[in-house]
């Protein structure tokens, strides 16, 4: 999905628990796609302290690219906390 996303030259956001995996994705496709803006967050989704960094975090990490985030691809479970905070900075994008 991250691929089709610059391929189409969309920002793209990518989250995962494995920062080593996370960073040698983020390097392919930086070199594969280097004038698509690609930023990336560590976290541990099963966590609610983590979850709470990556929500707070996000304001700052989307701050260059018009403060908005246009889709939400999620490909791990999801607890009813940040489902809900989601939710809400959704609805405000709209």
């Known amino acids: 999905m991250a691929r089709q996303l ?9 989250i ?3 920062n080593q995996t996370l960073t040698h ?3 392919e496709l930086t070199k594969d796609y280097p004038d698509v803006p690609l930023l990336s967050h560590t976290c541990d989704l099963s966590s609610q302290a983590s979850q709470s ?4 975090g996000l304001g ?3 701050q260059g690219h018009g403060n908005v985030i246009d889709t939400v691809i999620l490909n791990a479970g999801i607890n009813d906390f940040a ?5 809400v900075m959704i609805r405000s994008n709209r």
């Open 16 to 18: 995962g628990r494995n």
């Open 53 to 56: 960094l990556l929500l707070e």
């Open 83 to 87: 489902y809900s905070r989601i939710k």
């Open 60 to 62: 700052e990490m989307t």
């Open 6 to 14: 610059c391929a189409n030259n969309r920002p793209v956001i990518l």
């Open 25 to 27: 994705l983020v390097d």
